[in-house]
T-cell receptor, first 109, second 114 residues
Framework: KNEVEQSPQNLTAQEGEFITINCSYSVGISALHWLQQHPGGGIVSLFMLSSGKKKHGRLIATINIQEKHSSLHITASHPRDSAVYICAVRSGNFNKFYFGSGTKLNVKP | GAGVSQSPSNKVTEKGKDVELRCDPISGHTALYWYRQSLGQGLEFLIYFQGNSAPDKSGLPSDRFSAERTGGSVSTLTIQRTQQEDSAVYLC????????????FGPGTRLTVT
């Protein structure tokens, strides 16, 4: 059993659509991260959450600690948002990370 | 300022040889992380340093893997007696502190074991 489950695995959207990527986890965590991996392989950290909601530009991340669930939303999606989005959780003792398998997003113009 | 740098960017080695991968974190970042991404696979956590100390080494795949960090800065990941299954991109990241918002990732070292 994977400690972190993401859905969907693949997502195709039209430019302008609202996108939601989901992440569920089964371990106790100190924080949850959303990462973006571009087609060239570079990884960028988007958010770190331990509670509530964060917003950065068109990106919104939420976490529900009781339900062990997080969502990443993209409003007004754009082709440049096409990437793999990865959910990662940090264990409660800070010493380990567990990763979801990633969601491959393709936004078509 | 400079971001996280890793060297070499690519390494091809023969099975059974030892390799050393290097990570230069952002200056002043106390936390450093090593990850691995095998071809077509997800990210895998290997080890985390707070300063020069790694509290938990159980994420390392086998006893052929070791890592150290000196001076609270540069870290090296060493793989002894490499195997073909060690082929992957090895990524390093750093953050100001373990609880910081953001990890900054290096470009990775692509290791190919032939």
């Amino acid at each position: 059993k994977n400690e972190v489950e993401q859905s969907p695995q693949n997502l195709t959207a039209q430019e302008g659509e609202f996108i939601t990527i989901n992440c569920s986890y089964s371990v106790g965590i100190s924080a949850l991260h959303w990462l973006q991996q571009h087609p060239g392989g570079g990884i960028v950290s988007l958010f770190m959450l331990s509670s509530g909601k964060k917003k950065h530009g068109r990106l919104i991340a939420t976490i529900n600690i009781q339900e062990k669930h997080s969502s990443l939303h993209i409003t007004a999606s754009h082709p440049r948002d096409s990437a793999v989005y990865i959910c990662a959780v940090r264990s409660g003792n800070f010493n380990k990370f567990y990763f979801g398998s990633g969601t491959k997003l393709n936004v078509k113009p | 300022g400079a971001g996280v740098s890793q060297s070499p960017s690519n390494k091809v080695t023969e099975k059974g040889k030892d390799v050393e991968l290097r990570c230069d974190p952002i200056s002043g970042h106390t936390a450093l992380y090593w990850y691995r991404q095998s071809l077509g696979q997800g990210l895998e956590f290997l080890i985390y340093f707070q300063g020069n100390s790694a509290p938990d080494k159980s994420g390392l795949p086998s006893d052929r893997f070791s890592a150290e960090r000196t001076g609270g800065s540069v870290s090296t990941l060493t793989i002894q007696r490499t195997q073909q299954e060690d082929s992957a991109v090895y990524l390093c990241a750093s953050s100001f502190s373990p609880g910081s918002n953001e990890q900054y990732f290096g470009p990775g070292t692509r290791l190919t074991v032939t």
